[in-house]
């Protein structure tokens, strides 16, 4: 089982607040991940890190910013939120080597 | 990474076993192929990956054909709640650029 926890699971905000999504991972992963999935679409890639104080835009570009200060830390934060970032937001982790990635259980954003 | 075509859904009999193919043809020498799965509203599950020689683990087998151009992975006797999205990625082993999911086979297992 992958030690990788995403809080809060469930998060309901109203427009224009500010919220951040908590991922950590015990395992000592240098490459972090973070994913967004609108229901029944595909994975898309929002960011990554190769390790700490690195941070790197994925294919998809999103309005949220994340930082690695620490190892096994990968926030994401929405400076303010907006409706049209309402999905699932997965976190996840790999080895430096390899390519075995590790998923939390994803955090679904509500923005009302 | 080299591209991968998935059928976008199959269906298979509970108790039977789930055949799901992936096409790779311009997979290079140092690829490997990995399969992973997501059941409803979780995250990916990593199942199985190999290069060339086929595999087996406790959740599945993967079958790579000599050219390596196509693969399948077996789930021997399928239950319910293999019902999930499958997805064949093709990476090579150490790859410092992320992993990217296509839209993979919806597999339905039924009763």
């Known amino acids: 089982e992958a030690d990788i926890y995403q809080t809060p699971r469930y998060l309901v905000i109203g427009t224009g607040k500010k919220i951040t999504l908590e991922c950590s991972q015990t395992?000592?992963?240098?490459?972090m991940y973070w994913y967004q999935q609108d229901p029944g679409m595909e994975l898309h890639l929002i960011h990554y890190s190769y390790g700490v104080n690195s941070t790197e835009k994925g294919d998809l570009s999103s309005e949220s910013t994340v930082s690695r200060i620490r190892t096994e830390h990968f926030p994401l934060t929405l400076e303010s939120a907006r409706p049209s970032h309402t999905s699932q937001y997965l976190c996840a982790s790999s080895k430096d080597t390899g390519n075995t990635i590790y998923f939390g259980e994803g955090s679904w954003l509500t923005v009302v | 990474d080299a591209k991968t075509t998935q059928p976008p859904s199959m269906d298979c009999a509970e108790g039977r076993a789930a055949n799901l193919p992936c096409n790779h043809s311009?997979?290079?020498?140092?690829?490997?192929v990995y399969w992973y799965r997501q059941i409803h509203s979780q995250g990916p599950q990593y199942i199985i990956h190999?290069?060339?020689n086929n595999e087996t683990n406790e959740m599945a087998s993967l079958i790579i054909t000599e050219d390596r151009k196509s693969s399948t992975l077996i789930l021997p006797h399928a239950t319910l709640r293999d019902t999930a999205v499958y997805y064949c990625i093709v990476r090579v082993w150490i790859d410092n650029n992320d992993m990217r999911f296509g839209a993979g086979t919806r597999l339905t297992v039924k009763p």
């Open positions: 190999g290069l060339k």
């Open positions: 311009t997979i290079s020498g140092n690829e490997y």
């Open positions: 395992m000592g992963h240098d490459k």
